[in-house]
């Protein structure tokens, strides 16, 4: 037993750190972040050159076909870089669908070119007043295989070639020029990633062969993937953090050397490393089929929901004024950590989820221990 | 990244695990109300009986009686012994933390003099650390050892000692050079607790019992030969102690916690409110669910942590956060038992309304002492701060 990276994971890590810190540093994170899309097409290019775009998916498909672990440890680099842009919502949420949805022919039609870099995607999932993905909600309607209805918070819409929509009657991809499909952009606090309204009306879509069941895989996948990001936002946060603590002085000492400066650090750092066990293990369970992969997902981001609004909170707080600013990075991470929180279920919902799949079903122990 | 158990370590958990089905006593729990010192003696009796099957310090060199297993193979020890219910060592903090204090600095001769007499329980061993004035500020501690020919002379006071009345050795740090700065005149001495000038005096704690004890020595000579590292440098002996204590130590508490875990969840189906179960409330829901996953990430940061202290050898500073974590994490679990338990929650043992035999008004009160035992949560915030995130010291 050995909870702690390969070699190999380990270097993919770094290269990662590396690629952004050169490709993506804070001043290109800013300029994306004022423009209608937050995508570039040169940093694009450059992502699927390194492979990032196929990273989990199968060699035949065009991927590089590495693990579940290596997708949370990438997605955890662009977290702590911040990069704006589609790859969440046409790599990690779109590619997943199709990986365990798609047919064969489906899967060459569609995530090849995610995989190539010559597509981006997102998946339209959440409906009118609901708060969460829930493929048993009828309120898109299939009618001889054309889509009428609306999804809101659907990720980089407007930069995408096509969605996959969910609906009670399967999952169906449709190209986003097609007739019938409107998308308009939603005004969240998030600039890096755009969330739209998508309108379909009697538009012609292509069900995708698998069920429902493929579906809440994938997003199990995608919600870990999205507590890896999270963990390497707080991880920039906290950097940043106590990288300012060293320095800024007031009392005529560095407020680092102020405990109550100290325990704030400290508990972002606390916070920061129980997210990032609880991401890693959920990729590792989801990887191997472990029975509980379900379970561990909603434990890692019911966890880092909360954590990455506290990580948050405290860095802006030890900050003091220069962290209510607009110059200062804090509160872009701070921004993306709330469109994060509630995107794919809030803690709440994972609670009631854990609850649900963990302690509903729970048998009664024959003793008790004594707790000290 | 791998979690599952390799095929040695699969072995190894399978042979204890049908160990222990057929040897772990049954009669464990029913002893609650019995004095003391009696299931102490019970849990010595069963400590001896491990050690002579080959169960006892699973990652200790054979050489001192370990079993030279890896540190893999020991957290799985602690969890199987939990998942099984077995009564606990009786020597705690000599297998736990002494021990491998003596196995990092001992010499040759006290490794092999001490080691195996911890693992056999024929030895018990208690700690003295904290003093009246010397709690989180540790290396203030005044006690004080004199060298006089071939031994040091202690005086002074201890408190906060575990299992004082029980033990035959303390690994107690003293002061051997008052005119150096506060950290460089420290010592690490092993003190047989039947010297003269050694006195035990029980500390009742606010649960009623007395785990503590206050520690007076006067005048007690101590043979240099039982100096642990070197004159003068005890602070590094102590701190690697510690570190120790923090790091590792809770790895069958998390079983304990799950167990726990279990049986509220047990209690939360059986207890109502408005006509229906405690477990059909949404807002009891979300805070078992909440326990119940911050047990889980419990023992994904130890098994990230064993795994780090495997590659390295040592436990480091980042051990604080396991600390804080599973005694906040206690303290949070022992309230909502008291939200699900309502008035019912308060009774302690011997009383015929009690839950479980009064254990969750005894868990409720001991788990207040949690945040404070073994480093308060202030001292192991101040540590990652320092140690861990580089942050200038606060004093």
Redesign the interface.
Same mark, same amino acid.
């Given at each position: 037993m050995q909870f702690g990276l390969t070699e190999s994971q380990k270097i993919l890590k770094d290269n990662a750190r590396k690629f952004f810190s050169v490709e993506c540093p804070a001043a290109e994170v800013r300029r994306l972040m004022e423009t209608d899309t937050a995508y570039d097409p040169a940093l694009w290019s450059e992502m699927a050159e390194q492979g990032f775009t196929g990273i989990i998916f199968p060699e035949d498909a065009g991927g590089l076909g590495l693990g579940k672990v290596e997708l949370i440890l990438l997605m955890e680099e662009m977290g702590y870089a911040m990069v704006p842009g589609p790859f969440f919502s046409t790599v990690v949420l779109a590619g997943s669908v199709l990986d365990a949805c798609g047919n064969a022919e489906q899967k060459k039609k569609y995530l090849e070119p995610i995989c190539q870099g010559k597509s981006r995607a997102t998946v339209a999932m959440v409906l009118d007043t609901a708060a969460k993905p829930d493929p048993e909600d009828g309120r898109v309607i299939v009618a001889n295989g054309k889509l009428t209805g609306k999804k809101l918070f659907v990720t980089d819409a407007a930069v995408a070639d096509f969605i996959v929509v969910i609906t009670s009657g399967g999952a169906f991809v449709t190209e986003s020029k097609a007739p019938g499909v409107k998308i308009s952009a939603m005004n969240t606090m998030d600039g890096t990633r755009k969330q739209c309204v998508v309108e379909f009306n009697n538009t012609s879509a292509e069900k995708l062969a698998g069920t429902t069941t493929g579906t809440m895989q994938a997003i199990d996948l995608a919600t870990a993937a999205l507590v890896g990001e999270m963990v390497g936002g707080m991880q920039r946060a906290l950097e940043i953090t106590v990288q300012y603590a060293k320095t800024r002085k007031q009392f005529g000492k560095p407020i680092g050397s102020f405990q109550a400066v100290q325990h704030k650090c400290a508990d972002m750092y606390l916070e920061t490393e129980s997210s990032r066990s609880a991401a890693y293990y959920a990729a590792w369970a989801l990887q191997e089929g472990a029975p509980d992969a379900a379970v561990a997902v909603s434990i890692a981001k019911m966890y880092a929901s909360d954590a990455c609004r506290n990580v948050g909170n405290n860095g802006i707080q030890v900050h003091g004024g220069m962290g209510f600013t607009w110059e200062n990075d804090l509160h872009l991470y701070y921004r993306r950590a709330k469109a994060s929180e509630t995107m794919l279920g809030d803690a709440a919902f994972h609670r009631e989820r854990i609850a649900r799949l963990a302690i509903d079903t729970q048998a009664a122990p024959a003793q008790t221990a004594k707790s000290a | 990244?791998?979690?599952?158990?390799?095929a040695e370590?699969l072995a190894f958990r399978d042979e204890l695990r049908a160990w222990l089905k057929t040897n772990v006593p049954k009669d464990w729990?029913g002893r609650?109300e019995e004095s003391m010192e009696s299931r102490f003696e019970y849990l010595k009796a069963w400590q001896y009986k491990l050690y002579q099957e080959g169960w006892a310090g699973i990652s200790w060199p054979k050489e001192y009686g370990g079993r030279g297993a890896s540190l893999?193979q020991q957290v799985i020890f602690w969890q199987e012994m939990?998942l099984a219910?077995a009564p606990p060592f009786a020597n705690v903090l000599g297998l736990g933390i002494i021990g491998p204090t003596i196995i990092a600095f001992g010499t040759e001769t006290q490794k092999k003099r001490f080691l195996p007499k911890i693992l056999s329980a024929e030895e018990i061993w208690c700690q003295g650390f904290s003093e009246p004035d010397a709690g989180s500020d540790l290396a203030n501690l005044r006690c004080e050892a004199q060298l006089d020919g071939g031994h040091y002379v202690v005086n002074g006071q201890k408190v906060w000692n575990s299992y004082g009345w029980a033990a035959h050795w303390c690994e107690l740090v003293v002061r051997t050079d008052p005119n150096v700065p506060k950290h460089k005149g420290l010592t690490v001495l092993m003190v047989d607790m039947k010297t003269p000038g050694v006195e035990v005096r029980p500390l009742r704690q606010m649960t009623g019992e007395t785990e503590f004890n206050e520690l007076f020595f006067h005048d007690v000579r101590v043979p240099v030969a039982n100096v642990v590292g070197k004159v003068n440098e005890g602070w590094n002996v102590a701190i690697g102690t510690l570190m120790h204590e923090r790091g590792t130590f809770g790895a069958g508490l998390q079983?304990? #916690?799950k167990?726990?875990m279990?049986?509220l969840?047990?209690l939360a189906r059986k207890f109502q409110r408005n006509g229906r179960p405690l %477990?059909e409330d949404?807002l009891v829901?979300?805070k %078992? *669910?909440?326990c #119940?996953?911050?047990i889980?990430?419990m023992r994904?940061?130890q098994?990230?942590a064993?795994?780090?202290i495997? *590659?390295t050898g040592v436990p480091g500073p980042?051990g604080s956060?396991q600390k804080?974590?599973w005694s906040e994490l206690?303290q949070r679990f022992?309230q909502v038992a008291q939200e699900i338990l309502g008035p019912y929650g308060q009774i302690e043992g011997a009383d015929n309304h009690a839950v479980?035999q009064g254990?969750w008004a005894?868990?409720y009160l001991?788990?207040r002492g949690?945040t404070i035992e073994a480093g308060t949560s202030?001292v192991?915030?101040?540590i990652?701060?320092?140690f861990? %995130?580089? %942050?200038?010291?606060?004093y």
């Open positions: - | 990244m791998d979690l599952n158990l390799t370590e729990d609650r893999m939990a219910n079983v304990a #916690y167990r726990n279990d049986r969840i047990e %477990l949404p829901r979300q %078992l *669910a909440q #119940y996953a911050e889980e990430i994904l940061n098994m990230r064993f795994s780090r495997s *590659a980042e956060i804080i974590f206690n022992q479980d254990m005894y868990g001991r788990t949690n202030e192991q915030r101040n990652i701060g320092h861990v %995130l580089g %942050l200038p010291k606060s």
